[in-house]
């Protein structure tokens, strides 16, 4: 089992950053790649970006392209998702995600493990 932690998120304007962690935790070496969704209130969960083990190619939706940016440590078992020029669109629960098997998707159900999410919110 592995058990995922975020944190990092909060209130802030319009065009301001945050940067959401993800703590990986139990047998993290089974993990390949990982993600970020978010679900605003109302709405169906969203893909945001993924990123492989190896950290290259990782992969956004087109609404974050250029503004948000995924990473990885692999000795730290840690995600990170920095969040750059935010919009008040972007407000929503951010969840850290992993999967064992393959690479990357950027559909939820492939996903296997997921945390608890953070409430991101963004005023204009």
């Known amino acids: 089992q592995v058990q995922l932690v975020e944190s990092g998120g909060g209130s802030v304007q319009s065009g301001g950053s945050l940067k959401l962690s993800c703590e990986a935790s139990?047998?993290?070496?089974?993990?390949?790649?990982m993600a970020w969704f978010r679900q605003a209130p109302g709405k169906e969960r969203e893909f945001v970006a993924a990123i492989a083990w190896s950290g290259a190619a990782p992969y956004y939706t087109e609404s974050v392209k250029g503004r948000f940016t995924i990473s990885r440590d692999n000795a730290k078992n840690m995600v990170y998702l920095q969040m750059n020029s935010l919009k008040p669109e972007d407000t929503a629960v951010y969840y850290c995600a992993g999967r064992t098997r393959g690479t990357w998707s950027t559909y939820s159900q492939h996903y296997e493990y997921w945390g608890q999410g953070t409430q991101v919110t963004v005023s204009s």
């Open positions: 139990g047998r993290t070496f089974s993990t390949n790649a």
